[in-house]
């Protein structure tokens, strides 16, 4: 199988590295960065690259879509007569709603786009952070559209689980926005509040534990990939974020009333709610 990986950085990076310990031989990439297609080349991630990929296209049986959301729509539209008849494309977009509809309509009628996302991710940018190692036990979400081949959804499906994935979950499109709005950018806009509102100038790494390392960790954040995730899925992420500050709310209204036993009440809520994520 011809595989085609799009986008170079730290996710099709990572794809390109799972697909090589998986013994996948074939594995092109395209990439605007001529020095990270020559360094995909001399780590063996790739047989070969280029910076628009036409010929790769017509020969890809899969190509997998690692690029920021709003080059989606434009990469299928510049190559809609380089894709071969019965190709299967994928992509690793964090949200589907605000291209999923334009993509189908202007997709040739011989090509399957099914829509996934590999729930792994690094805070870094760049091949050189790229590891197979973030999709060792990871969740992988596949939002199956009325067109898609039962087959090659399960292509996909497939070789999640050869490079890693633990578990794959088909769901609708808006149910995935919905979720990740709570599950990933949530906790981003969280990190990010959280840093930010340090006060300026203190010795704040002096007094850092795991707590704050851990809560802080995505708040080192590539700029312009999640303003387009997060204005990309404006709805879901303000209703997750109101519910969030409710939440928050509520403790704070202990806190200022003394109200111990209430507090209480929220910590076992949330160490048991907590406790059932990992069964």
């Known amino acids: 199988m011809n595989i085609v990986v799009v986008g170079l950085g730290v996710i099709g990076g990572s794809f390109a590295m799972a697909l090589k310990e998986a013994s996948y031989q074939q594995v092109y990439g395209i990439d605007t960065n001529k020095q990270t297609l020559e360094k995909a080349k001399q780590m063996g991630l790739i047989k070969d690259g280029s910076v628009t990929g036409e010929l790769f296209l017509k020969q890809a049986d899969l190509i997998i879509l690692s690029i920021y959301p709003k080059l989606v729509k434009s990469f299928i539209q510049s190559n809609r007569d380089n894709f071969k008849p019965g190709c299967v494309i994928t992509d690793a977009t964090g949200v589907k709603g605000m291209f999923i509809n334009d993509i189908l309509e ?23 952070f790229a590891s197979s190692r973030v999709f060792k036990g990871a969740n992988y979400l596949i939002t199956p559209t009325p067109r898609n081949q039962e087959r090659n ?64 960790r ?24 109101n519910r969030f500050e409710l939440e928050l709310d509520l403790i704070k209204k202990s806190i200022y009333d003394n109200d111990a036993e209430t507090l209480k009440q929220y910590f076992i809520k949330s160490t048991k709610r907590r406790e059932k994520l990992d069964q």
């Open 153 to 216: 959804i399960e292509l996909i499906e497939n070789l999640a689980y050869e490079i890693g994935f633990k578990k794959v979950r088909r769901i609708t499109p808006d149910f995935h926005d919905e979720m990740i709005g709570f599950t990933s950018q949530l906790p981003h806009a969280m990190a990010v509040a959280l840093i930010n509102s340090d006060i300026e100038g203190r010795d704040t790494g002096s007094f850092i534990g795991d707590s704050y390392r851990e809560l802080t």
């Open 218 to 241: 995505i708040a080192n954040i590539n700029e312009d990939l999640w303003s387009e995730l997060f204005l990309g899925n404006k709805d879901h992420l303000l209703n997750a974020i």
């Open 106 to 128: 202007i997709l040739p009628n011989e090509v399957d786009f099914v829509f996934g996302h590999p729930m792994a991710g690094r805070e870094k940018r760049g091949i050189d």
